[in-house]
């Protein structure tokens, strides 16, 4: 299945961080950042933590998790740059 974790649609472009950790009993999940009409798949590292920096644009922005047979937890930390707003 698949979750949405993050999203919303915005009129200015933002520098968005985020952070987090899967934590695996079971199966697998994959964090799934879609950007407008732009996907990029980013694999947690071996202990199950994340992190990257978006630069995201006006319109739909949306992080979802994809689970494959997954059973364990998520968790998500999200902070913009508010110094880099821009319309």
């Not at 698949?2 to 934590?23: A, C, E, M, P, Y």
């Not at 995201?56 to 979802?64: K, V």
Request: charged share 25%; hydrophobic share 35%.
């Amino acid at each position: 299945g698949r979750d949405v974790i993050f999203g919303g649609g915005s009129i200015l472009n933002k520098t968005l961080s985020i952070k987090g950790q899967i934590s695996t009993e079971s199966g697998s999940a994959l964090v799934r950042i879609r950007m407008n009409d732009e996907v990029i798949e980013l694999e947690p590292n071996s202990d199950g933590s994340f992190d990257t920096e978006l630069n995201i644009l006006s319109g739909g922005n949306y992080i979802m998790i994809d689970y494959s047979d997954f059973a364990g937890s998520v968790e998500l930390l999200s902070k913009y740059d508010a110094s880099t707003e821009h319309e």
